[in-house]
């Protein structure tokens, strides 16, 4: 599905199947986009439509993009001075009005 959509500057990293259709979506694309400087993830329903949301952040090495329910996906930001952090993006649907909640964890 990402194919279908993905433009020159998108650069895929990760997918992840939705098992429990949360907000009617099946799967979820972690990309970066090289135009704006973000990490973005778009959220896939069964007919390929689809929903994203991104921040001005780079993404880890190893982003170890995760499902964990309920609409929620996390992954590994780098932060400016080169540490890794958490990052969960969730999605919810009420009708036709998408919401997304951003949330990040630093370790100590």
């Known amino acids: ?5 993905r433009k020159e500057e998108w650069i895929y990293k990760e997918c992840v199947v939705i098992p429990d259709d949360a907000s009617g979506r099946v799967g979820a694309v972690l990309f970066q986009d090289n135009t704006h400087g973000t990490s973005n993830v778009a959220f ?3 007919e390929g439509g689809f929903q994203q949301c991104g921040t001005y952040a780079e993404l880890a090495e190893e ?3 995760t ?3 309920d609409g ?3 992954f ?3 932060a400016e001075n080169g540490m890794t952090y958490h ?3 969730t999605i919810s649907m009420d009708g036709e009005n998408v ?3 951003a949330e990040d964890e630093f370790v100590k």
């Open 87 to 89: 990052h969960t993006l």
């Open 67 to 69: 499902y964990l329910g």
């Open 99 to 101: 919401s997304f909640k």
């Open 1 to 5: 599905m990402f194919s279908d959509i």
């Open 44 to 46: 896939f329903d069964c």
């Open 63 to 65: 982003p170890n993009f």
């Open 72 to 74: 929620a996906v996390t």
């Open 76 to 78: 590994q930001l780098k």
